[in-house]
């Protein structure tokens, strides 16, 4: 199996809406779809704040991680792809 998928579900902390958003890393590559709500994106030093419909492809070799924000729960798909 070349990748891995997921339908995630991030609930909303107010509590996590002004602390730094944690990060990890794994190897491989990753694509995450919102189907729902708002989701807080931190890749490195860069964030960015993806609404239902939107995607975002990366390496996940590199310091990544997300938080649902906009007052409701998030759901999205992702899917991992391993490092060949």
Same mark, same amino acid.
């Given at each position: ?13 107010? %509590? ?5 958003? !944690?990060?990890?890393?794994?190897? /491989?590559?990753?694509?995450?779809? #919102?189907?729902? &709500? ?9 964030? %960015? ?5 939107? !995607?975002?492809?990366?390496?996940? /070799?590199?310091?990544?991680?997300? #938080?649902?924000? &906009?007052g409701e729960d998030c759901?999205?798909l992702a899917i991992v792809f391993k490092k060949e």
């Open positions: 199996r070349k990748a891995e998928p997921f339908k995630v579900l991030a609930r909303y902390s107010e %509590e996590e809406q002004d602390k730094p958003i !944690a990060l990890s890393r794994h190897e /491989g590559q990753e694509f995450d779809y #919102i189907l729902k &709500g708002k989701l807080k994106f931190r890749f490195e030093d860069y964030v %960015e704040i993806l609404n239902e419909g939107d !995607a975002v492809y990366y390496d996940s /070799g590199f310091r990544h991680g997300m #938080i649902a924000t &906009g759901e999205f």
